[in-house]
Structure formats: structure tokens, C-alpha cells
């Protein structure tokens, strides 16, 4: 018993020491613990300034989007107009903003703005990329409720950056403005930020489509930026352009003039022609402008955008075989020849208030975008005079920079006589539609509806100026001039028939296939390539 006792004691000795060698072998040592522990703070300390950062990023980002403030912008809701964000929202498609140096200020010291209360993010800015309707875009919208949206050289900076994007990457610039202009506190720096936009206005011009909208003031030098750009639409009652304001007006002539009726969106689309298209509010003008940019082509290099559409490109128009009147000296809607020809009848008419007497836009035929230039019989009898041939020509250019291509529907007895043309330039000013046309490498197809007289007649796109396809219909009338102005002359107005043996018109069309043959046309010079002789630049008679 006594040895068994002995032997029992031992094993539970044994046990003892093994279980204690396997605490010891399994514990973790102390330096192993002290280095986890020194791991674990910074980490720790990181996460925690991560998250202070992220905290202190939400709450710059919210800085951001309030611009000016809530004050102001619930006054910008009060007129009536949108704030420089919910512009942007309304312009592209839901989500597809990415935004650009939103954490930028102004670097002004002088006058007091190295004050921290004269510090706003975005300076008075917002810039950045998007879609419209799926296709890349740069924008940048002016915000009045950051220093009434002036112009700072940082703010020039941001827009110089998207515009610079914009030609690299080929895709459309578009610009909200509302600005009160310069940003007088940084005096020369400030005009050096417009001159920064203007060259990039000029470098870009024809390489990407430029396009401005004017949903507030728009004074001074920042003017000529939009007039530079390829289309502007403004809003009405709300948006106003003028190189000198109505107080300078009434010192220098003594004339008094409010805004609206100085610069107001009616004076610029009916009289001036500085813009294209006004409409009643920012919501409507946003929508417009996402609708132009669905006919642009996003660069030079790019080709124009085709869309499906149900409408057969052999559709017949029985319609247009009675719509020319049966005296040439009844006028008739151009607009309405237009709106039967093209796709679904849907025409993007381009600054419809001036200068009526010629009609230009956009449209599509069999799904792709064209070009659109027509005399208006029942303005100034179709006639070209100044105004028009500079509406037209401007449009041309235009087309032939992006290759859209052009189609013409002439019905023109000449250039409007009278002194006030002659003494304002109609022959400077009519050549420059003469050289549009001349100049353009794109397809042009021209239909002569009824008219085509004189110099006019050469002006229109005619063969002799390289136009692709020349129609007749069997009521046109090509000749020197009218049958009226003929009847002291042993000569008369020549009928298609009688100029087709000359190959002057292709061939003489039943007005009700218009379609048709313009739609076979466009596919056939879809692979046309034209050049010009090498030169620097040509001298248009400006």
C-alpha cells in the first residue's frame, strides 16, 4: 500500500509538471503582447482620423453645395431661377455628374478678401463632366450666390480646365452663365481669366461644339465668350447681355433703358441675333439645349449621330404636288415643305425670330442628323438680305466644321433691293453666304422648289459652287431674274425642261419623292471626301 501510494503520488507530479509545460508552451509571451498593442494604437489612431476626416470631407462637400448660402439661394428661387446645381441636375442625365475642384477658393488678398468669411468653395463655380443621353459632355454653371457669380482668376481657371478636357478628350462644352462679370477686387487677374477663355473660344471653335446658355447677367467682357460659342439660348425676363449697362448708357447718350429692353433675351433673338433661342424658364431652356445636343456630333472627328426611327425613308408626300401656289407671286410656309420631308416631321428650327426670311436647324432623315437652309417665301418673298445671309452663312460654316450635311430647299427671287441694304453692306454681307457654301466639303443637296433668280440662285448651294445634287420641281423657275423684270428684255424665265438638257438640275423630281431621292443621296455621299487647297486660314468677308 504504502509503495502504491508512493508510485500514485508520483504520476500525479508528472501530470502537474506536463499540463504546466503545456500552459507555458501554448501562453503567448509578453513582448508578443506589447508589440500587438503597439501595432493596434496607431492603427486605431489612423481609423480615427480617417473617420474625422470623412466627417470634416461631408461637411466641406455640404459647405459646397449651399455656395452663397441658403439666404441667397432661396432669394435666386424668388426670381425665379434655378441655383447653378440644379441646372446642372436638370441637364444631365441622373448621376452621371462627376464634379471638379470643388474645394477651390479665390487667392485674392486685397480689399478685405483675405477675410475667412469671403472664403466659398467652388468659387462661384461648378465644373465638371456628364452625360446627355449617354454621350460625354463638359459643363461648368456660374453660381450668383457666390459674389453674384463673378469672375476670379481661379474661377477662370476651373472652366479654362474643363474647356482644355473637353477639345482633348473631343466632346461638347457646354456653359450655364449668371455672372455679374468681373470680379473687380482682383482687378487685371480677373480680365486675364476672361482672355484665358476667349483664346480657348477661338482655339476650340470647330473642333468641339461650343454651347452657351444665359440664365442671368451676362455684362461686360464676359459677353464675348458666348459670341464666340456655336449656339446661345437665353431665358427670358431673367438673363440680359450688354457690353455697357444702362447707368453707362444713360451718361454717354443720355438714352434711358431698363436691362430687358437693352440686352433682354426679346432684343437678341428679334433685332441683334447675339442669341438663337430664348424660352420662358430655366427649365425649359435646360431641356432645349439637351435636345441640340442630341443632333451634334461630339467632335469634328466623330461622325453625326444616327438614331432609330419608324418613318420609311420612301414615304411619299402626295401633299407637296399642290402646295406651291399657282401664281409665283403667292407666298407659301417653307416650314411646311421642311416639317413633311424630314424625319417623324420633327425640324430643331435655329434662331426662328431673326431674320425670318431664312429658315436653318436641325433635322433628321432615314435616323441621321442634317443640316437644314431654306428660303421663306412669306417673309420679305424669300429674299436675301443682310441679316439672312448672315444667319446662313454662320449656320453653314457650322455644318461643315462637324460634317453634318446640308440640304437646301431654294426658293429665292434675289437679294432685297433699297438703299438701307446697299448702304449697310448687302454685297460684304452676301458674299459671306456665297462662301460658306462654296467652302463646304460636306454633302448638299439643293431642291429648287420654285425661284431661283439671279446672284441668289448662285448663292444657294447651286452646281457651280460645288453643290453635291441639284433638284427641280416642275414649278421651279431659274433664270437672271424674273419674268416681270424680264418683259422690256427679248428673254424669258427658263422652265426646268429647258435647263436640264444644260445638266444645271440633276433631274426634275415629282415634289411628293423629295424624300426619297434625298434620303438615296445621303447614303450614296455618306464616303464623300472633299478637300480645299492648303492654306493658312481663307479670308471670309467679314
Request: net charge neutral; with cysteine.
Amino acid at each position: 500500500y504504502a509503495y502504491l501510494t508512493k508510485a500514485m503520488s508520483s504520476i500525479q507530479s508528472l501530470l502537474r509538471g506536463v499540463r504546466a509545460a503545456s500552459r507555458r508552451a501554448s501562453a503567448v509571451p509578453s513582448w508578443v503582447w506589447w508589440s500587438r498593442a503597439a501595432l493596434a494604437a496607431p492603427q486605431q489612431q489612423h481609423s480615427r482620423t480617417l473617420a474625422m476626416a470623412m466627417e470634416t470631407e461631408a461637411e466641406r462637400r455640404s459647405r459646397a453645395v449651399l455656395g452663397g448660402g441658403q439666404k441667397r439661394i432661396d432669394k435666386q428661387h424668388s426670381q425665379g431661377k434655378l441655383t447653378a446645381r440644379e441646372r446642372l441636375d436638370l441637364l444631365l442625365d441622373p448621376g452621371s455628374f462627376r464634379e471638379y475642384d470643388m474645394f477651390v477658393e479665390h487667392t485674392c488678398t486685397d480689399f478685405g478678401m483675405d477675410n475667412p468669411n469671403t472664403k466659398f468653395l467652388g468659387d462661384g463655380v461648378v465644373t465638371g463632366q456628364g452625360l446627355i443621353n449617354g454621350r460625354l459632355v463638359f459643363v461648368f454653371s456660374q453660381d450668383f450666390t457666390v459674389f453674384g457669380g463673378s469672375l476670379s482668376s481661379m474661377h477662370a481657371r476651373k472652366i479654362c480646365k474643363v474647356m482644355d478636357k473637353a477639345a482633348d478628350l473631343g466632346a461638347p462644352v457646354i456653359g450655364l452663365n449668371d455672372s455679374g462679370g468681373a470680379r473687380i477686387q482682383e482687378g487685371v487677374d480677373s480680365l486675364a481669366g476672361y482672355a484665358d477663355i476667349f483664346l480657348r473660344n477661338v482655339l476650340y471653335s470647330g473642333v468641339v461644339p461650343q454651347l452657351s446658355l444665359i440664365t442671368g447677367p451676362c455684362a461686360g467682357g464676359a459677353v464675348y465668350s458666348p459670341a464666340i460659342t456655336d449656339f446661345t439660348f437665353m431665358v427670358k425676363e431673367t438673363s440680359y447681355m450688354f457690353v455697357t449697362g444702362p447707368k453707362v448708357v444713360e451718361e454717354v447718350t443720355n438714352e434711358v433703358v431698363t436691362e430687358q429692353e437693352l440686352g433682354g433675351a426679346d432684343v437678341h433673338t428679334k433685332k441683334s441675333g447675339v442669341a438663337h433661342k430664348a424660352f420662358q424658364n430655366d427649365v425649359h431652356a435646360v431641356y432645349e439645349m439637351r435636345e441640340l445636343v442630341d443632333f451634334l456630333p461630339l467632335s469634328n472627328k466623330d461622325p453625326v449621330p444616327i438614331r432609330h426611327t419608324d418613318d420609311p425613308r420612301d414615304r411619299l408626300i402626295p401633299g407637296l404636288n399642290y402646295i406651291i401656289p399657282h401664281s409665283s407671286d403667292q407666298p407659301y410656309d417653307m416650314l411646311d415643305v421642311v416639317h413633311s420631308v424630314v424625319d417623324e416631321g420633327y425640324f430643331f428650327q435655329i434662331m426662328p425670330n431673326f431674320a425670318r426670311n431664312i429658315i436653318v436647324g436641325f433635322a433628321r432623315m432615314d435616323g441621321r442628323t442634317v443640316g437644314i437652309v431654306g428660303n421663306q417665301p412669306n417673309q420679305k418673298a424669300g429674299c436675301l438680305d443682310i441679316s439672312s445671309s448672315v444667319k446662313g452663312a454662320r449656320f453653314v460654316r457650322f455644318c461643315d466644321a462637324f460634317n453634318i450635311p446640308l440640304i437646301i430647299f431654294e426658293d429665292v427671287p434675289g437679294f432685297l433691293p433699297g438703299t438701307y441694304e446697299e448702304f449697310h453692306g448687302i454685297i460684304k454681307n452676301g458674299a459671306k453666304l456665297l462662301y460658306a457654301f462654296a467652302e463646304a466639303t460636306v454633302p448638299k443637296i439643293t431642291v429648287i422648289t420654285r425661284k431661283a433668280y439671279g446672284g441668289a440662285y448662285d448663292v444657294m448651294s447651286s452646281k457651280h459652287i460645288r453643290g453635291d445634287m441639284n433638284y427641280a420641281w416642275p414649278t421651279a423657275e431659274i433664270a437672271v431674274m424674273g419674268a416681270k423684270s424680264l418683259f422690256s428684255y427679248s428673254v424669258t424665265t427658263k422652265t426646268p425642261c429647258a435647263l436640264h438638257i444644260k445638266l444645271l438640275p440633276e433631274d426634275i423630281i415629282e415634289p411628293q419623292t423629295t424624300r426619297l431621292r434625298i434620303c438615296e443621296d445621303l447614303e450614296m455621299l455618306a464616303t464623300k471626301k472633299q478637300t480645299n487647297p492648303w492654306k493658312k486660314h481663307g479670308n471670309i468677308p467679314l
